[in-house]
């Protein structure tokens, strides 16, 4: 009987110790490769412009400010579906 007990302790140990290796694992940094060099590509970032009179979104591409009175409001994208010069006329 008691013999059983102490495997019973003794595999809970084990577990709980491979689950600790695991955890610590995770917080490990990756694998170097053969050499232990890592070698990134070289990235550049682009900066996209934003819209004077809605700064949280993108400047529509259409709305560059050559015509008078755009300031890039086009919250809802109208400007890349209908032609540029006829929403002017119906404006």
Do not use: C, H, I
Request: glycine share 14%.
């Amino acid at each position: 009987g008691e013999g059983r007990a102490g495997e019973g302790t003794m595999l809970r140990t084990s577990a709980l110790a491979l689950l600790a290796l695991g955890a610590a694992d995770a917080f490990s940094g990756p694998a170097l490769p053969m050499g232990g060099r890592v070698n990134k590509p070289a990235t550049a970032v682009t900066m996209q412009q934003k819209s004077a009179s809605v700064p949280f979104l993108s400047q529509p591409e259409k709305l560059d400010g050559s015509m008078a009175g755009d300031v890039g409001f086009d919250p809802l994208g109208v400007s890349t579906y209908v032609d540029l010069k006829w929403l002017r006329e119906a404006e």
